[in-house]
C-alpha cells in the first residue's frame, strides 16, 4: 500500500507570495491533518480534513488554509508569506471515523521563504 | 489546555544501558497517548500507543494517570535507537486532535 505522499518536497519562495502545498493520503483513508514542524516551536497542528469538511482547527492565522478533495486529496495554502513561515510541512493520513487513532505521516514539503 | 512536555531535549546513554524518555502530558479527559520516532531521514512514525500494551523493538510505556505520565523505557539501548522522539496525545474533541511534546534526542553512544 502506497504511503502518504506530499509534493513538492522543497520549494523556496519569497515574502509576500503565496504557496500551495499537496497531499495524497493512503487509499481509503478519509482524515488529512496538516502540521508544521520548526525546531523552535515543534510539530503544531494545522488543521484536519475529513469527507472534505475541516473539522479541527489549529492556532495559525487565517492566511493558513486548506481544502480535501472528493478523492480525500488535500492542498494547504499560505497566503502573503512570511520569513516565519520557513518550516517543514508535514500531512497525516488516518482513517479517521473519530478524533483518535494513529497517524501516518508523509515525508513533508520543506518551505524556505526568502 | 492540553499540553505535552518532554522535559530532555538530548539524551545520551551508552550501548547496553537502560534509556527512559520521559512525557508528562496534562487533559482533563480520558487520554490517548502515542510515542512517535523519526530516524534520520526517514518520515515520522508510530513507535508504541499506550492503548495497545505491547513491546515495539524492545520498548515500553505505561501510562501513569496519578502522575500524568507515559515514560518510554527500554532495557537494553541499541545503536539503532538513535532517533528524535515525540510524545503525543489524542484528545477526542473539536480542537487540536494531537499535541505533540517537543521531543528527546536520543543518542545511543557505541
Known amino acids: 500500500k502506497a504511503g502518504v505522499t506530499q509534493t513538492p518536497r522543497y520549494l523556496i519562495k519569497t515574502r509576500g507570495q503565496q504557496v500551495t502545498l499537496s497531499c495524497s493520503p493512503i487509499s481509503g483513508h478519509r482524515s488529512v491533518s496538516w502540521y508544521q514542524q520548526t525546531p523552535g516551536q515543534g510539530l503544531q497542528f494545522l488543521f484536519e480534513?475529513?469527507?472534505?469538511?475541516?473539522?479541527n482547527k489549529g492556532n495559525f492565522p487565517g492566511r493558513f488554509s486548506g481544502r480535501q478533495f472528493s478523492n480525500s486529496r488535500s492542498e494547504m495554502n499560505v497566503s502573503t508569506l512570511e520569513l516565519g513561515d520557513s518550516a517543514l510541512y508535514l500531512c497525516?493520513?488516518?482513517?479517521?471515523?473519530?478524533?483518535?487513532?494513529?497517524?501516518?505521516f508523509g515525508e513533508g514539503s520543506r518551505l524556505t521563504v526568502l | 489546555a492540553q499540553r505535552v512536555t518532554q522535559p530532555e531535549k538530548l539524551l545520551s546513554v551508552f550501548k547496553g544501558a537502560p534509556v527512559e524518555l520521559k512525557c508528562n502530558y496534562s487533559?482533563?479527559?480520558?487520554?490517548?497517548l502515542f510515542w512517535y520516532v523519526q530516524y534520520s531521514r526517514q518520515r515520522l512514525q508510530l513507535l508504541l500507543r499506550?492503548?495497545s500494551r505491547e513491546s515495539i523493538k524492545g520498548f515500553t510505556a505505561d501510562l501513569n494517570k496519578g502522575e500524568t505520565s507515559f515514560h518510554l523505557k527500554k532495557p537494553f539501548a541499541q545503536e539503532e535507537d538513535s532517533a528524535m522522539y515525540y510524545c503525543?496525545?489524542?484528545?477526542?474533541?473539536?480542537?487540536?486532535?494531537?499535541?505533540f511534546g517537543p521531543g528527546t534526542r536520543l543518542s545511543v553512544l557505541p
Open positions: 487533559y482533563s479527559g480520558s487520554p490517548e
Open positions: 497525516a493520513s488516518r482513517y479517521g471515523t473519530t478524533n483518535t487513532g494513529e497517524l501516518f
Open positions: 503525543a496525545l489524542s484528545v477526542d474533541n473539536y480542537g487540536q486532535n494531537f499535541v
Open positions: 499506550h492503548i
Open positions: 480534513y475529513f469527507s472534505e469538511t475541516q473539522r
